[in-house]
């Protein structure tokens, strides 16, 4: 999984319109919309867990 996260930083002119961070290719939104979707399934895990043996 790592290795398609790699394209923004090894070819980021496949990532970026003309070399601008803030404008998105077709592969920039799918490897961004990826790390949106990891980062929020990592946030719901961590609240889900019980805290201090409290549930």
Do not use: H, W, Y
Not at 25 to 53: C, H, Y
Request: proline content about 4%; overall charge positive; charged content about 20%.
């Amino acid at each position: 999984m790592a290795c398609t996260f790699l394209v923004l930083v090894l070819q980021p002119g496949e990532s970026f319109q003309d070399g601008n961070r803030l404008l998105l290719t077709t592969l920039g939104e799918f490897v961004l919309k990826n790390l949106v979707l990891i980062a929020a399934g990592l946030v719901l895990r961590a609240r889900s867990t019980p805290e201090n043996g409290r549930r």
